[in-house]
T-cell receptor, first 116, second 110 residues
Framework: NAGVMQNPRHLVRRRGQEARLRCSPM?????VYWYRQLPEEGLKFMVY????????ESGMPKERFSAEFPKEGPSILRIQQVVRGDSAAYFC??????????????FGQGTRLTVV | KNEVEQSPQNLTAQEGEFITINCSYS?????LHWLQQHPGGGIVSLFM???GKKKHGRLIATINIQEKHSSLHITASHPRDSAVYIC????????????FGAGTILRVKS
């Protein structure tokens, strides 16, 4: 039973390029959360998705960032026209049911994005 | 003031010592998580608590809901325990999202 799988583990992009980060939740999990960890800072919530539905995107920057969780396939966090300040570790977590029922959150290994 | 405060920020211990990391929060919560992050590594959920105490191996987590405080204890610490330990809370006050402390950097020397 594989855990939460994120890929790539490391991603290097030049300024202005697009970054696509993928997260495959644990089997049977239909809820996905994305978090960002900036260098020397704590984790911050970005977005909460269920399949085909964005539940809460209050932590997403207003521009260039988007997320989806299609009916089939992994959840994707997309960053357009990356800037150096986007360099961070991006973590995904999944849970089997609504976060409102205190689910255990299972985290992936993270994607470390470096913008050069 | 951060919603979730951890102390200490940094902790160095000798192998075998008993370690305590503290977490305080300011609102009513539905759950509190203790997480472990190794350098360059992923995040592992150690405990989820809503009351009382949980134990797993050498790790013990306690929570006092009235005092809005939780502690993570490590008995007989070992260099492999060196990591960042993160407290996170879930509350309706925060829209039921996890809100994280800044983390405690633990280094256990042999």
């Amino acid at each position: 039973n594989a855990g939460v799988m994120q890929n790539p583990r490391h991603l290097v992009r030049r300024r202005g390029q697009e970054a696509r980060l993928r997260c495959s939740p644990m089997k049977g999990h239909s809820h996905v959360y994305w978090y960002r960890q900036l260098p020397e800072e704590g984790l911050k919530f970005m977005v909460y998705l269920q399949k085909e539905n964005i539940i809460d995107e209050s932590g997403m920057p207003k521009e260039r960032f988007s997320a989806e969780f299609p009916k089939e396939g992994p959840s994707i966090l997309r960053i357009q026209q990356v800037v150096r300040g986007d360099s961070a570790a991006y973590f995904c977590a999944s849970s089997p049911n609504s976060q409102y029922i205190n689910p255990e959150a299972f985290f992936g290994q993270g994607t470390r994005l470096t913008v050069v | 003031k951060n919603e979730v405060e951890q102390s200490p920020q940094n902790l160095t211990a000798q192998e075998g010592e008993f370690i305590t990391i503290n977490c305080s929060y300011s609102v009513g919560i539905s759950a509190l998580h203790w997480l472990q992050q190794h350098p360059g590594g992923g995040i592992v959920s150690l405990f989820m608590l809503s009351s009382g105490k949980k134990k797993h191996g050498r790790l013990i987590a306690t929570i006092n809901i009235q005092e809005k405080h939780s502690s993570l204890h490590i008995t007989a610490s070992h260099p492999r325990d060196s990591a960042v330990y993160i407290c996170a809370v879930r509350s309706g006050e925060y829209g039921n999202k996890l809100v994280f402390g800044a983390g405690t950097i633990l280094r256990v020397k042999s």
